[in-house]
């Protein structure tokens, strides 16, 4: 198993920022895809964004605007940053580390409220 530790999750206001991290360790992190995924409460678990290991990004529509995939291969770590959050983007958010069918893994999750 493949330890992944996710953080920068917590309570914000609409129209705040926040940046969630995604780090591992026992793998060549920069030969995997970083993806994101959310699941809302009592919704099924929807794609957010992702980062090949070339660097190509891919959104979807409803973050589209507002977020920001990136890595930094030297850290291991993949990175979210959502802005001008609302309260339809309060959801549990995972981390995704796809390199083939027998080397996929997930993270725990850290949950993003936004609230006012």
């Known amino acids: 198993q493949v330890p992944i530790v996710e953080s920068g999750g917590g309570l914000v206001q609409p129209g705040e920022s926040l940046t969630l991290s995604c780090s591992a360790s026992r793998i060549i992190f920069s030969s995997y895809i970083v993806r994101w995924y959310r699941q809302a409460p009592g919704k099924e678990r929807e794609f957010v964004a992702s980062i090949t290991n070339t660097r190509r990004t891919n959104y979807a529509d409803s973050v589209k605007d507002r977020a920001t995939v990136s890595r930094d291969n030297s850290k291991n770590t993949g990175y979210l940053q959502m802005n001008n959050l609302v309260p339809e983007d309060t959801a549990v958010y995972y981390c995704?580390?796809?390199?083939?069918?027998?080397?996929?893994?997930w993270g725990q999750g850290t949950q993003v409220t936004v609230s006012s």
């Open positions: 995704n580390l796809f390199f083939s069918s027998n080397a996929n893994y």
